[in-house]
């Protein structure tokens, strides 16, 4: 069966400080990969989707990057984080667009 | 942008109410995702409709799918405490630019015993 492998768990960073959360997916190949961000009471904010190993669409520019190294892995990044980063980070994949995903447990960051 | 609309944003409903939560879109839906998450948790799929007035049920809820395929509800009947949770539409706008399923911004569900 396939699962997904999503940590930190929990994450509090200080501003100006590097971000690297790491989701992995296992029993399943060349899954749709996304990440998400939910704010505090709000909805999913969709971040970053891959298609395949290199291969990233940014759906909102910020202070944020992903990469694919792996075709089961999915990496997020910052450089320096912001304040305005904080939130709750969630890893999902899915066969194809047209099916259900399944998402990871979640990293919930707040920077400081 | 095109975007799929969720209301109510919250509802409180006393244990043993029903309870339903809208999904609508301005464009044509390939297909509409459900999930519900629970406080502190992950969503988690719960259905997928696809065809013109699809219904499906699972236990208390009943899911629809609007025969112009832009609309959807979830209803919960007879609500108990285990339902609290946001519950979240994801609809695959047809002709969006997108492949990637948007989803709504989710309805919160609040059951007092």
């Known amino acids: 069966s396939q699962t997904i492998h999503q940590w930190p768990a929990t994450l509090v960073q200080p501003v100006g400080s590097p971000l690297s959360l790491e989701c992995t997916v296992e029993g399943t190949s060349n899954p749709n990969l996304y990440w998400y961000r939910q704010a505090a009471g709000r909805g999913l904010q969709l971040l970053f989707y891959s298609v395949g190993i290199g291969q990233i669409s940014s759906e909102v520019p910020q202070n944020l990057s992903a990469s694919r190294p792996q075709d089961r892995q999915f990496i997020l990044s910052s450089k320096k984080l912001l304040l305005s980063d904080s939130g709750f980070y969630l890893c999902?994949?899915?066969?194809?667009?047209?099916?259900?995903?399944?998402f990871g447990q979640g990293t919930r960051l707040t920077v400081v | 942008g095109q975007q799929v609309m969720q209301i109510p944003q919250y509802q409180h409903v006393q244990e043993g109410e029903d309870f339903t939560t809208y999904c609508n879109s301005s464009?044509?839906?390939?297909?509409i995702q459900w999930y519900k998450q629970r406080p502190g948790g992950h969503p988690v799929f719960l259905i997928q409709?696809?065809?013109?007035?699809e219904v499906k049920k699972q236990k208390r809820l009943t899911f629809q799918f609007g025969e112009a395929k832009k609309n959807s509800s979830l209803h919960i009947t007879a609500t108990q405490t285990t339902d609290v949770g946001t519950y979240f539409c994801?609809?695959?706008?047809?002709?969006?630019?997108?492949?990637?399923?948007?989803f709504g911004r989710g309805t919160s569900l609040i059951v007092h015993p």
């Open positions: 409709l696809v065809k013109s007035g």
């Open positions: 994801a609809g695959l706008l047809i002709g969006g630019g997108s492949y990637i399923p948007t």
């Open positions: 999902a994949w899915s066969l194809t667009e047209n099916t259900e995903a399944f």
């Open positions: 464009t044509t839906l390939s297909n």
